[in-house]
């Protein structure tokens, strides 16, 4: 049997240390042009060669800028005290109350967008001057413990309605939230079988929640360094650890956990943390760790190289097909430098890739839910925001 195409997306930010710190100094590395289009046209163009499905941009407080694409929203909760104290909050509010204000959250986005505007309420008739029909624009008068919201929503749909919705988080309520919402998972598994155990888990939690397991979609988080041969991939990762930054490492781990490392024993265990942060970092630094009790220390060097794959095309190859035999569906490509790290695995990856049937060929049209799913732009009638479609015909305009 042929194997089944994998997804790509390219997993940036914009900011110089995303994933990997430090690496930005490499003399051919332009993520420090984050702020200038031309690094992000340029890399557009290298993905596109390899038939990338996205660019992944991490969230941010905020939006990109319009670029003319498919919109997609990747649904994560705050875990940064900062962030909170910038909301007019005390602090980091306990983190499964934060995963309560997301079901509310998107509970009034698919009101907005599935129900407020019906079907041929936008017009646009240029004769009669009517841009939309107001008896079929609707306000939802959503009024629960945490928002409360009249409408109506302030513009029309997209051929998406809901756009494709993207969740990351692995913690328990993490999980739930998924299943009940997301189609479209990024995940960070130390190795496939944690992957294996955390897809089929997710993907039965969806089913108790009335949907399909193929409703879901999975994207693991790698990072690769390629070689002409495997002396010289182990060689180019070597030259890369040089490069990355322990205390940016550890900095960056600390605003995820909860906890400033710099006031830490750093030979503390990790599992003696307590935080209202991101819990599943912990669980897969004890997952990499397995021969001893994991430190504060290994976070630092671990997060660096989680997920890394060192090979020949080839080699790289056979892993990623070992990741597809374990329920993953596409994966998120981490860079330790734009646009080198694109660049390497879409000119000597993606061709052996096409080859095994790995990796596709060409784009199919329509949006990226019709081209991730196979069917129709919008949800599907068993994700939960299906119930407010026309919910608020003959509701105040």
Known sequence: MP??????????MNTTGHIIQGTWRRPTARQADFNHLDLWVDLARTLERGTFDAIFFAD????????????????VTNYLPNA???????????HDER??????????????????W?????????????????DKIHRIDHEGPRYRVEGPHLVSPSPQRTPLLFQAGASEAGRTFAAKNAEAVFIAAPNVDAAARDTADIRARAVAHGRSPGDLK???GLHFVVGSTEEEARRKSAELDDWIDYDGQLSHMSGAVGIDFGHEDLDRPVGELKTEGVQSIVGWIKDLVTDREPTLRDVAHYTARNGRITGTPEQIADRLAQWRAAGVDGINVVNAEIPGSYEEFVDHVIPVLRERGLAQREYAPGTLRRRLFGRGDRLPDTHPAAR????FVGAQS
């Open 84 to 94: 909170s104290r910038n909301f007019g909050l005390d602090g980091l509010t306990k």
């Open 60 to 75: 941010v407080v905020g939006l990109y800028a319009p670029y003319r694409g498919d919109e997609r929203k990747c649904v």
């Open 99 to 116: 995963y309560a204000w997301a079901d509310e959250y998107v509970d009034v986005t698919y009101k907005l967008w599935e129900g407020s």
């Open 388 to 391: 407010y479609r026309n919910a």
């Open 118 to 134: 019906e079907d041929g309420a936008l017009v646009q008739d240029r004769e009669t001057g009517v841009h939309a029909d107001h």
């Open 3 to 12: 194997e089944r195409p994998l997804h790509f997306a390219a997993f940036v």
């Open 218 to 220: 999975f994207f693991q």
